[in-house]
């Protein structure tokens, strides 16, 4: 179908909703009519060929008494895998209405009520019927229905004649797509909704297609089935057969070789991709309706291609309890084995933040890969995501464990940046990522980027978001670029590890100066995490909150209620128990104690402040447990850059337990030798195998991330030793992350421009400056004077 028919069959349809439904509907309803409509005509019109044939099939079952209609010969006698048994076409339905209303909607309702459970599920997710009722209502089904079987426009697929003998070319199956597409896109737009949140630009799924398929010409498995976990109104899937079975083009696989499957969980695409599936002969039950990632419709099933557009910035909280429940993963396809630093495997998380569940979407399709096992060719996948995908998420993180599990099963073929400005409802910079599970001998163990964000052509018009376009010569351009892999500008060939890194854990030794004070020691009174409103509760009731805390609970309640406090029921539960009040006050009660055995005295060396603590608690008998002396503790030091380190602990190694501690600290081809020990946190004294472990300052905590590639030790030596002498690693903290950073890798300096040429821009400015002021002064003159 050209352009300027594919125009016209748009334009008539979006028409009939000003024409016929603008005093019925609002108008951003009138997609929920319009929509539907279509489809219904486009099934209508395939079936109006066969019609005779299966009214002859029903009374040939009826006849041979059937007590159920077989639908296989019903299917038969259609020609596709629908069908409808009653009496009517939309046409018969016009031609017999009159202007009876009621009989119109009865006939409408029998209609629907004839048509195959396939089509029926549409009709219910479109909520055809009581939009159909509604229409009736208002009396205006009859003109909707008119419209829509107008002669003056074809929506079959076989070429017609308008009454003024104008031919009208058939709407391809292809066509019928466009169409549907621009329509959503259109009424969306009317809507100020996400245009083209179903809708992925044809020339990026074409791309797509190329970079899928292309690489296998020739593997190709006799049977291909071809799955999208968020299919949409089908776009991706369809196209994705069409270029397999284009008689003109490469591949030209038989009809019947081809599987489509796919997932929606909005019911209108769902019954839009459903209806594209029957119109075009494919398996309407292999599009399923529901969440992805609440429940594995597919389980079990492996694909030869996957392609998808999913959702990116879209929270998948409403999946969450199916999917993790508290730490545990209850869903396989989102937990994977990684291996530590230092080579041990461990299940963990493959779970974004619950604010993106786009990288769930690429986790499902990793899920049903099938290996070189179950075929030579193996899988492979084409997505689309935004930039978050690429970098977001830390070491450790479910981001990060999804891009590591990714590249380091050499499952990462390629990343394509595309133009920004390319898609309907948004702006920001995608990506197409492509995998595969049998990567060619010259692709193992490597990833190739494209940068083609500057390969566009700009839009007379802007489409929603959308102000430029991929021509076909950009796609050719971009295919050869991923056929030939080159090193050059916008492409650029990397070694798996070279996006990952070791997020390494730097730290500090903790300085204390400590004190003992009278306003330090009557904090204690109240517990730190819920201190303000103890200390409300004090200053309000004193001493008497001890023994009337009940009485005072529903003032308590009130004043975190009027203040609109945030309490967790935990520590509310601890600010309404007078036990917890009167253990509080004892605990300061003994910290003055301690203060008059001790004194107030400054100290600027915390080691020996606790040492007189501990040996007064000793003498007073009382026994603390380590979170009450660490209340105390808290509560009377404070970090001082000119105090003495903190002591946490005197080790001696010799023998076996200097060869675990430097076990310990090995791993990979590193070797930790005892002279390494002050790198790793251990300072040794004056005395022979005696070791000072120092308490970290979490306020001085630093992290480095080093590449894979390098040897952590001696990057500490080089980057960070000789600016922070008294640092050392954490290593039991160490995480790998893996991100890709196209900014970094494609990032082209411009040099600053030269003094010279920066002075002559400045004085040629100050000169046109000074003659627009002339001619200003100028003017007011010569004003003044005419005045």
């Given amino acids: ?73 019903l299917k038969d006698a259609s020609g596709y895998v629908f069908y409808n048994t009653s009496p009517f076409t939309l046409q018969k339905i016009i031609d017999t209405a009159a202007n009876n209303r009621q009989q119109l909607e009865a006939n409408f309702r029998l209609y629907l009520d ?58 391809t199956n292809l066509g019928m797509g466009y169409v549907f597409e621009e329509l959503i896109r259109k009424f969306n737009e009317e809507n100020n909704e996400e245009a083209g949140e179903h809708f992925t630009p044809r020339e990026v799924i074409h791309l797509m297609t190329h970079l899928l398929f292309d690489p296998v010409q020739g593997q190709l498995p006799p049977t291909m089935l071809i799955y999208d976990p968020a299919c949409g109104s089908g776009g991706m899937l369809t196209e994705s057969q069409n270029y397999l079975e284009d008689p003109a083009g490469p591949f030209r696989v038989k009809p019947d070789s081809v599987f489509l499957y796919g997932k929606e969980i909005n019911d209108e695409t769902y019954a839009i991709c459903k209806s594209d599936m029957m119109i075009k002969g494919n398996n309407p039950e292999n599009i399923k309706n529901g969440s992805t990632l609440a429940t594995d419709e597919f389980a079990g099933m492996r694909f030869d291609f996957m392609l998808s ?13 199916a999917i993790v429940d508290g730490k545990e993963i209850l869903d396989p396809r989102f937990e994977v084995v990684l291996s530590d630093f230092r080579g041990d495997e461990q299940a963990v998380p493959a779970t974004p933040r619950s604010s993106d569940g786009q990288l769930l979407f690429l986790m499902e399709m990793v899920d049903k890969m099938k290996t070189t096992r179950d075929s030579p060719m193996g899988s492979r996948v084409a997505s689309v995501h935004n930039g978050s995908a690429l970098f977001t998420g830390d070491a450790g993180s479910g981001e990060s464990n999804i891009r590591r599990y990714i590249i380091e099963n050499d499952l990462l073929e390629a990343i ?122 004090y200053g309000r009731w004193g001493d008497g909150i001890y023994d009337e805390l009940a009485s005072h609970k529903q003032a308590i309640e009130d004043h975190i209620d009027r203040e609109d406090i945030g309490i967790t029921a935990r ?91 430097l076990e310990s600290l090995s791993f990979g081809d590193f070797q930790c030798e005892q002279g390494m020990l002050t790198d790793f946190g251990y300072w040794p004294t004056d005395t022979p195998g005696e070791y000072i472990e ?39 903290a160490t995480k790998i992350g893996y991100e890709i950073s196209f900014n970094r890798y494609f990032y082209q300096h411009k040099p600053l421009r030269s003094l010279e040429e920066v002075t002559h821009d400045i004085l040629a400015l100050e000169a046109e400056t000074e003659g627009l002021l002339k001619r200003l002064v100028s003017f007011d003159r010569d004003t003044q004077g005419e005045g």
């Avoid at 028919?5 to 309803?29: E, M, P, Q, T």
């Avoid at 839009?459 to 376009?469: F, I, S, T, Y």
């Fill in 416 to 537: 394509v940046q595309l133009p920004n400005n390319l898609f309907y409802n948004t702006g920001i910079t995608t990506y197409i990522w492509l995998l595969s599970s049998n990567k060619a001998v010259n692709r193992r163990g490597r990833v190739q980027l494209i940068d083609a964000s500057k390969l566009y052509r700009k839009l007379r018009k802007n489409l929603g978001n959308k102000n430029c376009e991929l021509t076909p010569e950009h796609i050719q351009q971009i295919v050869e670029l991923h056929a030939s892999m080159p090193n050059d500008g916008i492409s650029k060939v990397f070694d798996n590890e070279d996006f990952g890194y070791y997020k390494v854990t730097v730290e500090r030794p903790s300085r204390k100066a400590a004190q003992f004070t009278p306003e330090r020691v009557a904090t204690l009174r109240f517990i730190p995490a819920v201190a303000e409103l103890m200390e409300w509760a």
């Fill in 309 to 321: 557009n999913p959702p990116y910035g879209k929270s998948w909280k409403a999946d969450h309890k």
């Fill in 571 to 661: 520590n509310r539960k601890l600010l309404l128990d007078p036990k917890a009040w009167r253990s509080q006050r004892e605990l300061m009660q003994t910290a003055e104690q301690l203060m008059q055995a001790v004194g107030q005295d400054l100290y600027m060396d915390f080691n020996v402040f606790r040492s007189l603590v501990e040996e007064n608690l000793k003498s007073l008998g009382t026994k603390l447990t380590a979170s009450e002396k660490n209340q105390i503790y808290n509560a009377v030091s404070w970090q001082d850059d000119q105090a003495e380190k903190v002591i946490k602990k005197i080790h001696r190694l010799k023998g076996n337990k200097l060869g675990k501690v």
């Fill in 694 to 732: 120092y308490e970290t300052d979490s306020d001085l905590r630093d992290t480095e991330n080093v590449p894979l590639k390098e040897d952590i030790h001696a990057y500490f030596l080089r980057e960070v030793r000789p600016h922070v002498d008294e640092a050392w690693i954490n290593l039991g």
């Fill in 1 to 73: 179908m050209n352009h300027a028919a594919h125009n016209k069959i748009v334009s008539f349809i979006w028409s009939i909703a000003d024409d016929c439904l603008r005093d019925v509907y609002v108008r951003g309803k009138y997609r929920d009519v319009i929509l539907p409509m279509f489809v219904l005509r486009r099934l209508d019109c395939l079936l109006e060929g066969s019609k005779e044939a299966v009214m002859e099939e029903v009374k040939f079952q009826r006849d041979a008494g059937f007590a159920e209609l077989d639908p296989m010969g």
């Fill in 114 to 171: 004839g048509f195959s459970p396939n089509v029926k599920e549409i009709v219910d997710k479109f909520k055809l019927r009581s939009q159909a009722q509604h229409m009736a209502a208002k009396d205006v089904l009859y003109d909707v229905l008119d419209k829509f079987t107008s002669p003056y426009i074809n929506l079959s697929p076989v070429a017609a004649t308008d009454p003024d003998g104008r031919k009208l070319p058939p709407l």
